[in-house]
């Protein structure tokens, strides 16, 4: 018998923002339903001052702003409290190289990030984070909208990202 708290892995690509699952946090609805509002506003995929990361203060401890370069690695512009006690050190600053070198840890993160650069909607994932040296696998909900770095650019280069951690049995992380 599976734990009440555990869920299946699965990602999906939001078309509207009812496509999240009802069960996800607030958080990532009222991000979701944002950004389809800023869409419909600018035509297209909003830039980086059309969706603020400061509108989502309350939640910026699960907060992530990165930067796609042009060699395909992710620079992290910003990133919350939450991911330094996951990764037990600061990473705002870090590139995705330097923070998971072996390419295979990083696999669902790099599709994803690879999805929403490539489609411009946004990802929403449900996964289980098995690289880290703990007794147990830390589970999460994500959300990862794409953003422009301004309003002429066509190409989506910024991912403003929340993400959700939990035990298996559903309490939150840490």
């Not at 929403?116 to 996964?127: A, I, L, Q």
């Amino acid at each position: 018998m599976m734990d009440e708290g555990f869920r299946q892995p699965f990602c999906l690509d939001l078309n509207r923002p009812t496509d999240l699952p009802d069960r996800c946090p607030d958080a990532f609805h009222d991000a979701a339903n944002r950004w389809f509002c800023r869409c419909q506003e600018t035509g297209g995929v909003p830039s980086r001052k059309e969706l603020d990361p400061l509108q989502f203060f309350r939640f910026s401890p699960s907060l992530y702003l990165a930067q796609i370069e042009g060699d395909g690695d992710v620079y992290l512009r910003f990133a919350g409290d939450h991911y330094r006690q996951l990764y037990g050190r600061e990473i705002t600053g870090m590139r995705l190289s330097d923070l998971l070198p072996d390419r295979s840890q990083a696999n669902p993160l790099r599709r994803d990030i690879d999805r929403v650069k490539g489609t411009g909607r946004p990802v929403y994932r449900e996964d289980v984070m098995t690289w880290r040296p703990v007794p147990a696998p830390v589970h999460y909900d994500r959300l990862m909208l794409p953003l422009t770095q301004h309003r002429d650019a066509a190409e989506v280069s910024l991912l403003l990202g929340i993400a959700f951690f939990r035990h298996r049995d559903g309490t939150p992380w840490p």
